[in-house]
Every structure is written in structure tokens, then in C-alpha cells.
């Protein structure tokens, strides 16, 4: 049997990081880097964002993310930043985005009815490329939903949610030491590939507590724009460069640029000219596609000799889990793939996943988010079989209720 193991050949963070908090601002404080304490996975995220430089936060209070935001309130005006609340989650992303123009680093975060707002401003900053980051505690839906219970519905939203064709980073954490590294790589993304990346969370994983550490800050990995050093009559907002990150010169540093959220060249000045429209929109795919080996992180937990796999993401995850480490004490040879990174899809990996077992088991809290993914990936094999497992009530999917569907397919 084999171990679990996280896979993403350029991972931004050393895997000793731990993670650490309490409730009370200063105690953590003081306890930060030396003691394991308890910490929720909103908090997690807060001194994630605080620890990779984020200086700027305008959010609007919804639950289950608040926490997010309380935290910042209190923490960034120490630290030289900013915190804005804002009237709604349409002058956040708003905010966020100027505020990233104008060289900081830019955080916000909500729930599902907030995160529907937002995507015209996400595809705004996916166009404008200005690096972004937008965490989703997610809930249950549609609309108002039940705003204190877990759901898994706005997976898709997180990829297709604007319109136009638009490049997709979407992190997905399952444990609240996750939540900080996550938050923490959301960022450094952010920065590098020069776009909104999103950060997803559950609710029940943004108000659970976990014994974790925060790292020493020596060994976090803080990746920041490069700045330009070409003379300003030389700088073109808008190069196309395959090497990340790229320069990104900030308004206010004395380079001439342009922002819109229409077509635009390289100047960023708007156009309709085919042939720059198709530059512009090439561009947006290939830092996605060009970088799937950096992007894309993975877990691989028992599936060396698995021939049963369940595919499942956050924290349906661990129940998952539970259910393989129960099925192994069974006898039954089932192992876990978790995407770490929810978009871009991790295509290659799944594919190896389907070649080297007979049945996937997909348990989610949605109707069908990710099976619909692996569906797309099976297509064209009539050997494959798919389970699902799906629950929209608010409770999550018992480690039991993954077993028994392993039992019967055995």
C-alpha cells in the first residue's frame, strides 16, 4: 500500500509549513510559529493572507466567510494596510481590483449569493489580467440558501461563472492547515500568472477548529510582481511573454498604461482588430495551459494497487478518506485522488487514475459538479464504470456511506 502523497512538481510552499490560531488576535500572536493551537479555517485563511503580504481587503459581511474579514479589520491596519467594508459585494471586487492596480496585494471574500455578484468583476480582472484573489466559502443553495450549512455548489460557478471565454485558477483546501497554505499559493498565483485566482472552502471546513502550527516566515514562499525596468516609453502592459511571472508596473510608478474591460492590444488600449483580439484571447488560454505542471497539485493516497478509486474534493474529501482506510482494514483495494487544484482540471492525472482502475466512486455535495468532469474524461470508454454518491441536504457524506458504496461494487 502507499502512502498518501501530494503531487505538484513546483509547489509554492515548504511541506514542513504548519498552521496555527486561536480566537483572540493577540494570543495567536504571541503563539504564532511556536505552539500548536487551535484554529478555525476562515482564520486560517486571514493569517495565510497576511503571511503571503496581503495588504488590501474590501469585503462585505456574509456568512459563513465573516471571520475572513473580522480578522483582517483588526490585523492590517497594524501592518501598514488597508480593510474597507464595502456596501456590497459588487464595489468589493471593484475595490479589490483598483486597489491591485495601484500595486497591492488584493483579497476579498464571501459566500455563494456574494461570489454571483462578483463575477462580472472576476472576469473584469481575468481580461484587465490584475492579480486577485477571491475565497468562497461555500454553501448551501440556490439564492439565500441556508447560509450556516455545507454545500458543494458553486464548483462550477468558480470556472464557468463569468461570461466570455476566461482563463480558471480555483484552489480547493480540505483541512484548516490547507486553508492557510492554500491562501498562501492563491496569492503567489496571483501575483505570478498576473489574474483573479479563487480560493474555494466549505463551510463546515471554515468553522471547524484544528490543533495546527503556523511556519516560520523564513520558510514561506512569498512570490510578488516583478516590477518593469524598461524606460516607461518602452513598458507594454500587455506583452506577450510565455515566462511567469512577467513585469506589472502599478499606476503611480510613472509608467503609461491603459484598463478596460473591452478587447485590448498590448498598450491595453481598446480594439477591434482580429488579429489582436485573437493575441489578447490566446494569451489569457496559454498562461493556463502552457502551466498546467505548475498549477495543478494533487493527492494520491492508497491508489498504487487500487482498484477501486474515490474522486472527491474539500471536505467530502475526508470522509473519503476515512472510507478507504477502512475499506484497506477489509481487505478491499480502494484508494483516494483529490484535486487540490480544481481547475484547471487535473486531466492528465485522472486519466491515469481510469487507465490503472475498473470503478470511481464520486461522492459530492452537489448534483453532479465533478462526476460531470470525469464523465467528460470517459466518454469514449465503455469499460469504465462511475458511481455517484450525492447529497444536498446541508449533512455531509458519512465515511459509512462511502464504504457501503465500495462494498457493492466490489
Request: proline residues 6%; contains cysteine.
Amino acid at each position: 500500500m502507499s502512502n498518501s502523497e501530494t503531487i505538484n512538481p513546483n509547489t509554492t510552499m515548504n511541506n514542513e509549513s504548519k498552521t496555527s490560531s486561536t480566537t483572540k488576535v493577540e494570543e495567536l500572536q504571541n503563539l504564532k510559529g511556536r505552539k500548536t493551537v487551535l484554529m478555525q479555517g476562515n482564520e486560517a485563511v486571514a493569517y495565510g493572507a497576511l503571511d503571503a503580504g496581503c495588504n488590501f481587503f474590501a469585503g462585505y459581511p456574509i456568512t459563513p466567510s465573516t471571520e475572513i474579514a473580522e480578522i483582517l479589520a483588526a490585523e492590517l491596519p497594524k501592518r501598514g494596510g488597508v480593510f474597507i467594508q464595502m456596501e456590497d459585494e459588487l464595489g468589493s471586487i471593484c475595490a479589490v481590483i483598483g486597489a491591485s492596480l495601484a500595486g497591492a496585494k488584493a483579497l476579498t471574500a464571501t459566500s455563494g449569493p456574494g461570489f454571483s455578484l462578483m463575477q462580472e468583476g472576476i472576469g473584469f480582472a481575468r481580461s484587465a489580467e490584475t492579480p486577485c484573489v477571491v475565497v468562497d466559502v461555500q454553501r448551501v443553495g440556490p439564492s439565500t440558501g441556508m447560509p450556516t450549512s455545507c454545500a458543494q455548489g458553486d464548483i462550477q460557478q468558480s470556472r464557468w461563472g463569468t461570461h466570455g471565454d476566461s482563463p480558471a485558477i480555483v484552489l480547493y483546501p480540505d483541512s484548516v492547515k490547507e486553508s492557510y497554505e492554500l491562501t498562501i499559493r492563491a496569492i503567489n498565483l496571483s501575483e505570478k500568472y498576473r489574474t483573479c485566482v479563487i480560493l474555494l472552502l466549505d463551510e463546515v471546513l471554515g468553522h471547524m477548529r484544528e490543533a495546527v502550527r503556523l511556519p516560520d516566515l523564513s520558510n514561506v514562499r512569498v512570490i510578488s510582481r516583478v516590477k518593469p525596468t524598461v524606460p516607461p516609453h518602452w513598458y507594454k502592459h500587455y506583452e506577450n511573454n510565455e515566462k511567469y511571472p512577467i513585469p506589472l508596473a502599478s499606476f503611480g510608478e510613472g509608467y503609461r498604461f491603459h484598463v478596460t474591460g473591452l478587447t485590448h492590444d498590448s498598450l491595453g488600449f481598446p480594439t477591434n482588430k482580429p488579429n489582436e483580439a485573437a493575441e489578447m484571447m490566446a494569451r489569457l488560454k496559454k498562461k493556463i495551459t502552457y502551466n498546467i505542471r505548475d498549477l495543478v497539485q494533487i493527492e494520491s493516497f492508497q491508489m498504487d494497487d487500487a482498484k477501486i478509486a474515490v474522486f472527491a474534493a474539500g471536505i467530502t474529501a475526508r470522509s473519503a478518506k476515512a472510507a478507504v482506510v477502512m475499506a484497506r482494514k477489509e481487505g478491499i483495494p480502494a484508494g483516494l485522488l483529490r484535486p487540490l487544484t480544481i481547475w484547471p482540471f487535473p486531466d492528465d492525472a485522472v486519466r491515469k487514475m481510469l487507465r490503472d482502475v475498473d470503478i470511481v466512486i464520486v461522492p459530492e455535495l452537489n448534483q453532479g459538479q465533478l462526476i460531470r468532469e470525469i464523465e467528460r474524461l470517459v466518454k469514449d470508454r465503455s469499460d469504465s464504470k462511475l458511481i455517484k454518491i450525492q447529497r444536498v441536504d446541508s449533512k455531509l457524506i458519512p465515511p459509512q456511506d462511502i464504504l457501503q458504496k465500495i462494498k457493492e461494487v466490489i
